[in-house]
Every structure is written in structure tokens, then in C-alpha cells.
């Protein structure tokens, strides 16, 4: 149906209904989304309901209802999703100082609310104009907004929070433009030294995600789209990397370098030993990749060693083990040693055999799912559920 006044009269008026339920709530900021353009456009006719609208959605942002402020959040950020490029609704947007309001909601007491923050935090940083606006208004610089990033990564006691702060920063090192040289330097630090660590297994594979990105960005051709590491799941493993992609061969040092400067390849070293399943799938698939790759090229060997003694050594060091501690952080003024011992076990590792051995071990539910699914059905058929410690509910969830 086309746009219409009566519309935004009726919907605004369930909005500022302190007491309406979240799912009525959301199905008009949907009707809002999708009309925005047309309510802009015809403002003169909307004069007296706009500043309805923004009251009743700062009043939800400070409402006693966590699902409320979410919503209210999601809004947000599917507006700039949608029309980032629509001047008047950009212009709207900074009018009313929506991206200061989700700078405030990172301190928000719940984490739900936190982690859509942060989601939208990463698009405003990528829209330059949005950005600017809120740097000026708050009268920060870029560094505060990727520390403010860093500390929710790294301090936040919530898994959804820490997961979309490692999503934002995969989205911001996407963007040459965006970090500083000093930003990315601590993100570094950041992603090898910490988050590596972290006790929730989703976190770990956000990880993942952003070495992936940086591997892609470091070592293969940017420019290149099929060049690009495939999906990492076992199944897959068919799919391999492509030896046309025409690496620089005068950046080869320098790009094999910040696998090991950076972290990267401890991090991906010490998540192939990691307590859970997927997220050493997903780092043997990723290893696997890079190193097929690599010595397609023969990138590792002409790096790692001299021309004189090069199939001597590379001959001794596949027969080697190298005994390297995990839970060592990685250093950015790291002696030879330390180098050649990460590059000597991507060498040496054979990924195939661990993938192998990977492949056969399996915990109680997965050889026996029947039994997770009586477990579920028992406790879904019993109407008491007033022990939520006890040993099935836990096994369930």
C-alpha cells in the first residue's frame, strides 16, 4: 500500500505506549522501517509526528524492558542497513543523534543489549559521514572507539557481547581506511593473546573468522576475489586454494612475516588444541588451506631457509617435533628461534592425519544422539522444572 499519513499517526501512537508488548513494538518500528524514505520526503504533512517518533523511541532506550531497548536498537541499525545511502534519512539520523544513543547503550546493563550496540557501532564506523558526527559530538577520537571495542572484547562477562565485539573488529580491519597503524597493532595483540582464551567456543570461532580475513588480506591476492579460503568444515576439504593468484613474489618475506608477527599462526597453532569440537575443525580446515597453498608456491621453504643448505634442512625438519608452549603469548619482538619454530611446524604438522584422527573421536552424544533426544523429551513432557541444576536439564542445554 502507498504511504500514508493515517499510517504513521496510528503506529506512533502504539509506540509511545509505555506498556505495549515487545513483538506489537517491533512490528510497527518494522512499518516505520519500511516507510521512512516516504515520511521523510513528506515531513511537511509529518511535521508534528516526527518528533513523536524519536521521543517515543529515546523513551524506549531508557524504558525498564531490555527486550524494548533491543528492539529499539535493532531499529537503528537496520535503518542505516538500508539506507545508508539516502541522504535525507542519514540526515534524519544525525538530526536526532541516533548513533550518539548507541555510543551510550555500550554501557547498557544488559548484555543482549550491548551485543546489538556494538553491531550497529561497527556499520556507524564505516559510514564516514556517521562516524565523523559521532567522533565530533562526543568529542573522541578513533582510538577511544576501538579501545571502547577492545574492552568489551576482552572484559565483557557475556559471550554475545564478546562475539559481536570480535564481529565488529573482523568488520573494521575489512576497511583499509579505517584503523591506525596503532589500532591494529593492539588488535593483533588483542586477537592472538586473548581471545584465543576465551572459555565460550562461539567467541573462538569469531576468532577464527577475523585470522581468516587477515590471512586473505595478507597472504593471497585482495584484488582477487576467488582467491579466498573456503568454508571451513570437513566436508569441504575438497576445496582448495588456487596457485594462480598471482602472489607478489617480491612481498612473499614480508607477507609470511605477519603470519608469524602478527600472531596469527600461534593463535591458529594453539586452536587446533583447543577443548572443543568445532573450533578445531575449523582451525585444522583453515591451517590446512594456508599451508596447501603455501607450498604450492613454495613459500614456506625459499622464507624459512638458506638456498645453500634449503632441501637439507627442509628434509630434516619434516622428521622433526617441535615441543612449543601454547600458552605462551605471542611477542612482536620475537627472536629467530621463536620464528622459525612456528614456520618449521606449519612445515611439518601432517593436517591429514590430525583431520583423520579428529574425524574418529567423537563424545557420548554424538555416538549416541538417541540418547540426547530422550533426555530432551523427558524434561520437555515433565510439567516440574523447578531444578534447573539438575543433571539432564544441564546435559540438554
Known sequence: LPYSGRILSAVIKTCENSTVDNVTYSKCLDVIHHFLPSILIQKNYSIDQLPKLVFALQK???GISWESR??????????LGTYKDDTDVISWYKENKLDNSVWQCLSDSEGYVRSTAVDCLADIILHQELQDHLLKVFDIDFDTVTSRIENLCSTDTEAFVRRSAVDCITKLWG???VLS???????LKLMSNVMTKDFDWEVKLKVLDFWNQYINKELFECDNPQVTLPSNTVENNSSSISSDS???KNGTKSKMECLVTSGC???LFSLTDDFDRSVIQKALNTTKNMKHFIEQNNLLTDFVFDKDSGEENCSNCKKQ???LTLNQDISFEQGNKDKKDLLDWLLSVDIDQKLATFSQTCDEYDRNPISLLDDILLYAGSHVHDDEDDNTVIDCY
Request: overall charge positive.
Open 60 to 62: 524506549h532506550l531508557c
Open 175 to 177: 576497511d583499509n581506511s
Open 265 to 267: 599462526l600461534r593463535s
Open 321 to 323: 617435533k617441535f615441543d
Open 246 to 248: 598471482g602472489l607478489k
Open 70 to 79: 533491543e528492539a529499539t536498537l535493532s531499529f537503528i541499525q537496520k535503518v
Open 181 to 187: 597503524s596503532n589500532s591494529r597493532l593492539s588488535l
